[in-house]
């Protein structure tokens, strides 16, 4: 039986490293100028900052794939980095036409469409980029990756949680009851 995969951010725990950036860029290479996962920082420079990542969430029932009049934009099956089925949000570049319905109906804001490519990348430009689980590269191969989202493991305080949601739920858990102990007795987060 397949699983959802899904991002939780303990948004209490994000430093705003840049670690789950970096490695998004470097692992799906994402050229200049576009970004898989943004960092969005409430109540900058005061006290009770947070930082919070955002990508797509992998929606149970995606807006955006329903918003697609090409069905560029799907939920399917693919196989993880230890064989079990793995339920994604996917894009095929090729049927995307860039119109951006997607982006109005993502709650988001996970889809991007690049611009100012150069090169071998021109092709791609205006067409919608967004995270796959790490499973499609921004320039896309044939055949499919395995579904491991490497910016929740590379993740340096555990704030960014990416996978199969019934493995991921508990640690999730724990941390929030975790962050609300603390804030209970006055201690800092």
């Not at 005061?46 to 955002?54: A, D, L, M, R, S």
């Not at 794939?65 to 064989?83: F, L």
């Not at 996970?110 to 980029?129: C, F, N, S, T, V």
Request: aromatic share 8%; glycine share 10%; proline share 6%.
């Amino acid at each position: 039986m397949a699983t959802y995969y899904k991002f939780l951010n303990v948004i209490e725990k994000c430093i705003n490293c840049g670690a789950c950036f970096a490695i998004c860029k470097d692992q799906n290479k994402v050229p200049h100028g576009t970004a898989r996962v943004q960092i969005v920082t409430i109540n900058e420079g005061v006290p009770g900052e947070k930082n919070i990542p955002v990508s797509c969430m992998h929606c149970t029932n995606p807006p955006c794939e329903a918003a697609c009049p090409t069905k560029a934009i799907e939920q399917r099956t693919v196989k993880d980095w230890e064989g079990k089925d793995a339920v994604v949000v996917t894009v095929d570049k090729h049927k995307c036409i860039g119109c951006g319905y997607c982006g109005w109906a993502c709650p988001f804001g996970a889809p991007q469409y690049p611009h100012g490519l150069e090169g071998d990348l021109k092709e791609w430009e205006g067409i919608m980029d967004k995270c796959t689980m790490c499973v499609i590269p921004f320039v896309p191969k044939a055949g499919d990756l395995q579904a491991k989202a490497r910016c929740g493991l590379f993740c340096s305080t555990k704030a960014r949680l990416g996978g199969d949601i019934a493995e991921i739920m508990p640690e999730y858990t724990k941390a929030k009851a975790r962050n609300w102990a603390l804030q209970e007795r006055g201690g800092v987060l």
